[in-house]
């Protein structure tokens, strides 16, 4: 009578065991490949990757199909309420929308050339530091006339963020806040 009682609870144990075992090896082998094979290759933002909608992988590829290369820096930042993915290909930032994979901005680094291409600003720095100013209250650490998807801006730092004034009519184009 003693051996019926101990068999469903020898068995129960057992299955308890085997469940627990399988779990573990499942667990692991998630956490040793993830989700996302190129995750790893993500710079700065590993803590916010569970709260992409799209993978890192998904962005590198969206990123290499807009700039010519591969990826070689890869963010993963909070820009106000939006998560976005900072990808460099080669010589180019490409910025993607982390919720749906949309492309935000194309930043090709500018030199002589590209200057001369998109022309001289109609508003002048003085201008476009006024204008950011008014956006964001403090002191202007870095300045410079830059390429934002084929429109001149001046980018404009001032403390932990980033203002792109549009170089032609002084209008705010973007705040970036970095960490």
């Not at 003693?2 to 075992?21: E, H």
């Amino acid at each position: 009578m003693t051996s019926r009682i101990r068999l469903p609870y020898v068995f129960a144990a057992a299955l308890g065991v085997t469940l627990a075992v399988a779990m573990i090896a499942v667990l692991s082998v998630q956490t040793v490949f993830g989700d996302e094979s190129d995750s790893g290759r993500l710079e700065e933002g590993r803590e916010l990757v569970s709260e992409a909608s799209i993978s890192v992988d998904e962005a590198i590829s969206i990123a290499e199909s807009e700039a010519a290369g591969r990826a070689e820096d890869i963010e993963l930042e909070r820009q106000g309420t939006r998560l976005v993915y900072e990808i460099e290909v080669g010589e180019t930032d490409v910025y993607i929308d982390a919720d749906d994979g949309s492309v935000l901005a194309v930043d090709n680094d500018m030199d002589d050339r590209d200057e001369r291409r998109l022309g001289e600003p109609a508003i002048t720095r003085d201008e476009a530091i006024a204008a950011a100013q008014a956006e964001v209250s403090g002191n202007v650490t870095e300045i410079e006339l830059d390429d934002e998807a084929g429109r001149l801006v001046w980018a404009i730092e001032i403390g932990q963020q980033e203002i792109n004034v549009d170089a032609l009519d002084g209008t705010i184009l973007s705040v970036e806040y970095d960490d």
